[in-house]
């Protein structure tokens, strides 16, 4: 048995403007040191999820436990250190165009006034561990391949030291090879750091990394199995959607609107 560095625990949101529970009692454990994947339709709630689990959105209702300690509704001092715990990696590389590599990773402790000297050091611990060449620390992102700027991006993420890192997507739009790179950086990562990692991820190549997969599936966990295993499950709901199958549980269309005001 793993310790569970996140617990969620009946979790519910409500949007006012549409009524719609997008988490609708949705439970998970999520193991420390270890790579879980979430995986489900195309406007699910994968995002919402992750944002409620980092304190972006807060939940209607439920609990979200990061170490053993209920984080929902936490405020001030106490918001701020759970927050600090995480590292969100988006879709997309979210690097500022006009900036240095340098610039981009050390942006928050440049404007923090630490000694550049010292940041630039910090900078070069990470491209290292992010396995990038030191002379990618003076270059533009306009200079860089796809792949390099998710490598760029995970080091501006690490430079917070995180725990626990989510990604949201991180392979959108990325050809097959540069994926293939990219779920490696992630499971080295993860490994090198022994951080939590929680990927949202359409592309099935994750499960060679991940220890477990989640399917999201009308607000709640369907099912959740070792991702080892995952091709001879007989699970319905994953046997259709990793394979794409228009017909099982899983309906195509997303329309079911839940009001329970
Ligand atoms: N702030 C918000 N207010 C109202 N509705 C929202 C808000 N944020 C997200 N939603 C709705 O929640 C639903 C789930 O969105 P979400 O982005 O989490 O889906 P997803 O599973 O990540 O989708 P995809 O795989 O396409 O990225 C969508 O219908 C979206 O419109």
């Not at 793993?2 to 617990?7: A, D, L, P």
Request: charged share 25%; glycine share 8%.
């Amino acid at each position: 048995m793993h310790r569970s560095k996140i617990k969620i625990v009946n979790l519910k949101k409500q949007f006012s403007d549409t009524g719609r529970y997008i988490t609708d009692g949705l439970t998970l454990d999520i193991p420390e040191g270890k790579l879980t994947c979430i995986i489900g339709r195309s406007g699910e709630g994968k995002s919402v999820l992750l944002k409620q689990i980092i304190g972006l959105i807060e939940p209607t209702s439920g609990s979200i436990f990061v170490d053993g300690k209920d984080t929902v509704g936490l405020v001030g001092k106490d918001r701020i250190s759970n927050f600090k715990k995480f590292g969100y990696v988006f879709q997309s590389a979210a690097l500022l165009d006009s900036l240095t590599v340098f610039e981009n990773i050390g942006i928050v402790d440049l404007e923090d006034g630490i000694d550049p000297a010292l940041v630039r050091k910090r900078v070069q611990e990470k491209l290292s561990l992010v396995d990038l060449d030191q002379s990618t620390i003076d270059k533009y992102p306009s200079e860089l391949s796809g792949g390099m700027k998710k490598r760029v991006d995970l080091a501006r993420t690490l430079m917070g030291n995180p725990e626990i890192i989510l990604y949201d997507e991180p392979t959108t739009g990325l050809d097959p090879i540069t994926v293939k790179v990219v779920h490696e950086l992630i499971s080295s990562m993860q490994k090198k750091l022994n951080v939590t990692s929680v990927v949202i991820s359409h592309d099935v190549d994750i499960f060679n990394y991940a220890d477990k997969v989640a399917l999201l599936y009308e607000g709640k966990i369907e099912t959740e199995l070792s991702a080892q295993g995952i091709w001879e499950s007989q699970d319905p709901y994953i046997y259709q959607f990793i394979r794409g199958l228009p017909h099982g549980p899983i309906q195509l269309e997303h329309v079911v609107i839940k009001n329970k005001a």
